[in-house]
């Protein structure tokens, strides 16, 4: 686990897919061994060392991934991250055609006005 340079502040661990994705099956199958949800996603989390919370979003992730509850699916959500990104890219490029015009357009009245 990664040195915490502030003591009482909670450090940040990137974890693997690899990581999440064994962690998410450990979680389903203590799951189906037990016929209870109740303590699977804590009890695994204490095992592996992960943050409960941490452990808990890749379940239901992965539940919504796998078309069992209602939500935002990863590819979706990646999708839509690229698309917002072209959105953002397009809007600069707009407003420098914009500028561009503007600028050629009073140049082109100025050289009229001569």
Same mark, same amino acid.
């Given at each position: 686990?990664?040195?915490?340079?502030?003591?009482? %502040?909670?450090?940040?661990?990137?974890?693997?897919?690899?990581?999440?994705?064994?962690?998410?099956?450990?979680?389903?199958?203590?799951?189906?061994?037990?016929?209870?949800?109740?303590?699977?996603?804590?009890?695994?989390?204490? +095992?592996?060392?992960?943050?409960?919370?941490?452990?808990?979003?890749?379940?239901? +992730?992965?539940?919504?991934?796998?078309?069992? +509850?209602?939500?935002?699916?990863?590819?979706?959500?990646?999708?839509?991250?690229?698309?917002? +990104?072209?959105?953002?890219?397009?809007?600069?490029?707009?407003?420098?055609? %914009?500028?561009?015009?503007?600028?050629?357009?009073?140049?082109?009245?100025?050289?009229?006005?001569?």
């Amino acid at each position: 686990m990664p040195k915490d340079s502030s003591p009482g %502040k909670p450090t940040t661990r990137r974890y693997s897919p690899e990581e999440k994705a064994a962690a998410v099956r450990m979680v389903k199958t203590l799951r189906a061994e037990l016929g209870t949800e109740h303590g699977t996603v804590q009890r695994v989390a204490s +095992q592996l060392g992960y943050g409960t919370e941490s452990v808990r979003l890749w379940v239901r +992730q992965a539940d919504i991934d796998e078309g069992h +509850q209602p939500g935002t699916t990863t590819s979706d959500a990646e999708r839509l991250k690229a698309l917002e +990104q072209e959105n953002r890219e397009l809007r600069r490029a707009n407003e420098i055609l %914009k500028r561009a015009a503007s600028f050629f357009g009073a140049e082109l009245d100025r050289q009229h006005k001569k």
